[in-house]
């Protein structure tokens, strides 16, 4: 009888099968990624192009499936409709693309352009897939603080490991990455990424992630309530899931409407839709895990691992709503405007 390879040993002590569980996902969610990316399953219709109910389900579905395959997607489906609203060449077949553009407080990644070529030095942080996708979207700071974007090849650079503490969204392989005079192409001028009208697109995109993260949340939740068994307490719990899942789908359909009805957002009112889409889809979100959380108990977090990376991965992600400060920001929005479109 063949005996299989002991775990590697960690800090001293023996690994436990238990402890490679989570890069065996890892390595599974970035094999499905590039899967999806190859056999054109991620060559979505552009937002605003006619079709962004369809962009955004799929999306949605995704991420039912499992938050940091739909991560990653979305990053790859944000890259090609940045490249193509900012006129520049679209990924080569097989390419695995990322939008890597956070700007949190501390050091960056900064832009020169020496002899005519540009380059990057630098952390960034916060780069889903770093170490899965060939090529990145990166922003960078140029002259007098300015931002801009940059296309490169992630082969030149290097993540910097530790940089991940948390359980949820680990598949998702969002780490800091290095750069280190790695050349790069700009796209776009200074500060096109965040004016064109997808950029808000592409937010609202955003929520139809976490809208499928909460679903998959839900499931075990609505299994319960729908045995001849469940109490009272079970069936009102799913209720008020039902309602609020159902809720911000309306939003999330209304919001893909309006933005194929003005892609270019000639009525101004991207920035608005956006901020109300994210804040409804995220408020739902924080509702089902602790409606599903409060309803079903530690059970399933302790026994059913699918549930427990669900409700893991959706704390994390949505995350990426910063709760009452981009309330403030949707009121500053909204509080002057004598169109308010709050008719139906």
Known sequence: MSRSTPPAPVNGRERTRDEDVPEQHRRRVAASFARAVRSGDLDLPLPGGGDTRRRWRALRDLAREDLSLARLAEGHVDAM?????????????????????????????????????????GLKP??????????????????????????????GAGTVEGTWASAGMAASDTLTFGFDDVPAEAVGSPGAYVRRPGFHHGGAGVAACWLGGAVAVSAPLAARAARETADVHLRTAWGSVDRDLHAAAA????????????????????????????AVVAGVCGDVLRRTGEALGAGPLAADPEYARAAA???????????????????????????????F
């Open 126 to 155: 916060f780069c889903s897939g770093a170490r899965t996708c060939t090529h990145a979207l990166v922003s960078a700071e140029v002259d007098e603080g300015e931002r801009r974007l940059f296309a490169v090849a992630t082969a």
């Open 313 to 343: 991965d959706l704390a994390v992600y949505v995350r990426q709503h910063h709760a009452d400060r981009d309330l403030a920001e949707l009121g500053g929005l909204t509080a002057t405007k004598e169109d308010v479109p709050h008719e």
């Open 251 to 278: 939003v999330l359909g209304r919001a893909a409407d309006e933005i194929d009805a003005d892609p270019e957002d000639t009525l101004g009112r991207a920035a608005p839709r956006t901020a109300r889409a994210r």
């Open 81 to 121: 409709a940045i490249l193509a609203e900012l006129g520049a060449a679209p990924p080569r077949h097989g390419q695995l693309w990322g939008v890597w553009a956070a700007h949190p407080p501390g050091p960056n990644v900064t832009a020169r352009a020496i002899d005519g070529v540009w380059r990057l030095s």
